[in-house]
């Protein structure tokens, strides 16, 4: 089915990979859901929500500092797979015109692809609620707060804020890239996932749960007439039974096998 799957691919073009956790296992990076989740360890309502956020710094400081330190420490480590660099290589060629992803592991960036919509933002960087400006956070500042981390600490803690931060230059605050739970998605990255929907006529499903909302719904709200629909993951998932081909195994390895497939 893989060489059918790479002519078709051949055939459409205008490639669109909307892609999740499962696209950064080989990377190191566990998935937030599911059996060996950090979820399984934290609860999302503390840990990823603004308002349990605050009662964890106020209450559990050190427990909160922990958890941070282990995300930070995971995506420092991870590089990217086959599956990002077979995408890149796609956007240098072409193929490939954006990537929408729920990730926020930085790993596409670094693999060399530019046309990203990140729903749930990225770690790295800065972004002003108002003017949508985004900096990318200085290494020697992510040292810091590694530092500061280890501590954990509610003066460190304090000192982290004030480092995520600092003044736009709009005049207002710049704040971590991250959606918390109880967040809007960025407009402006919704806005491009969505023209990227509507121009693809080829979207490659790469990794991701399709549980969560509301970036499970989006490829529906503009799907293409004729265009292609393929998915790539080890189990079947929301996804699996509403497209054209599913593909059972780890996008690391079938990416790679349709990518030398089209080489042909």
């Not at 399984?40 to 308002?51: G, H, I, K, T, W």
């Not at 995971?74 to 590089?79: L, M, S, V, W, Y």
């Not at 596409?108 to 108002?130: F, Q, V, W």
Request: hydrophobic share 40%.
């Amino acid at each position: 089915m893989i060489k059918e799957v790479a002519e078709k691919i051949r055939e459409k073009g205008k490639v669109v990979a909307f892609t999740g956790a499962g696209i950064s296992q080989a990377s190191g990076i566990p998935p937030f859901r599911g059996e060996k989740g950090l979820w399984e360890n934290y609860s999302p309502a503390l840990y990823a929500s603004l308002p349990g956020i605050i009662s964890l710094y106020l209450l559990r400081p050190h427990s909160l500092s922990k958890f941070f330190l282990e995300i930070l420490n995971t995506i420092g480590e991870a590089k990217p797979n086959p599956a990002h660099e077979v995408l890149s290589r796609w956007e240098k060629k072409g193929l490939l015109k954006g990537i929408i992803t729920q990730n926020i592991d930085n790993l596409h960036r670094l693999a060399g692809n530019k046309n990203i919509a990140e729903l749930h933002g990225n770690i790295y960087y800065l972004r002003c609620p108002a003017c949508h400006r985004k900096i990318k956070i200085s290494e020697d500042t992510l040292q810091e707060i590694k530092e500061l981390l280890e501590k954990g600490g509610r003066r460190e803690l304090a000192r982290i804020y004030s480092l995520l931060t600092p003044l736009c230059k709009c005049g207002r605050k710049q704040r971590l890239w991250v959606v918390f739970f109880g967040e809007s998605l960025p407009q402006e990255e919704w806005d491009k996932a969505v023209k990227m929907l509507e121009e693809a006529e080829t979207v490659l499903f790469l990794g991701t749960s399709g549980t969560v909302e509301p970036a499970r719904s989006l490829p529906f709200t503009v799907r293409k007439e004729g265009a292609l629909w393929i998915e790539i993951n080890p189990t079947p998932t929301y996804f699996s039974s509403l497209v054209d081909y599913y593909l059972k195994g780890k996008v690391e390895e079938i990416l790679p096998e349709i990518d030398r497939c089209l080489k042909k």
